[in-house]
């Protein structure tokens, strides 16, 4: 059965602290690795796609990171805007649809 | 930037009452998608729509549930009989395609609905 598992669950940074997050997953076969970000009440707003290990995307203080088993996105120099839950999605081929499977997200607070 | 829009943003109704949401896909986006989030949990998969069918559902997508695409813009998600438990967050979804390579679904600002 494809999963996702994101780790921490909650993680409070220092404005400027940078710190990494963890999200670790198991499909047959992978078709893309998706970052969202989610602000309380609204719907996940689309960061990154990711395809294959290896790659690396960037944008602003997030830049995302793909292995085989495993994705990081990492958050440099944090500000108190980028408190947000953060989650992890992939697609998985072998699904007859397009369907994303989420993970539980990590709730992300900057503190100033 | 285009943007994939739902309403009403909050929805009230009683046990037992049909409710109907409504979205706007973005304009040349050809496979559409329902997901639900409940309060605390992770955002689930209930329907994948493509070519005026569905092609994927999953197990909460049950009889009570259906999906439409009245015209060439809207795309509807019906309970027929809410249950306490359908209250949730109902955020559609659109992506411009489907292939070998992944493409990034789009989401909505959700659809709030409390069953009373």
């Known amino acids: 059965e494809d999963q996702v598992t994101q780790s921490p669950e909650a993680l409070r940074l220092q404005e400027g602290e940078s710190s990494s997050l963890n999200c670790s997953y198991t499909?047959?076969?992978?078709?893309?690795l998706f970052w969202y970000r989610q602000d309380p009440g609204k719907g996940p707003e689309f960061l990154f796609t990711l395809y294959s290990a290896g790659e690396e995307k960037e944008k602003e203080r997030l830049k995302a990171t793909l292995t085989k088993k495993e994705s990081f996105l990492h958050i440099t120099a944090p500000k108190p805007e980028d408190s947000a839950t953060y989650l992890c999605a992939v697609q998985a081929f072998g699904n007859r649809d397009d369907k994303i499977i989420f993970g539980k997200g990590t709730r992300l607070h900057i503190l100033p | 930037e285009p943007e994939v829009t739902q309403t009403p943003s909050h929805q009230v109704t009683q046990m037992g009452q049909e409710v109907i949401l409504r979205c706007v896909p973005i304009s040349n986006h050809l496979y559409f998608y329902w997901y639900r989030q409940i309060l605390g949990q992770k955002v689930e998969f209930l329907v994948s729509f493509y070519n005026n069918e569905i092609s994927e559902k999953s197990e909460i997508f049950d009889d009570q549930f259906s999906v439409e695409r009245p015209d060439g813009s809207n795309f509807t998600l019906k309970i027929r009989s809410t249950k306490l438990e359908d209250s949730a967050m109902y955020f559609c979804?659109?992506?411009?395609?489907?292939?070998?390579?992944?493409?990034?679904?789009?989401f909505g600002p959700g659809t709030r609905l409390t069953v009373l």
């Open positions: 499909v047959s076969g992978l078709r893309g």
């Open positions: 979804a659109s992506s411009q395609t489907s292939g070998a390579r992944a493409d990034t679904q789009y």
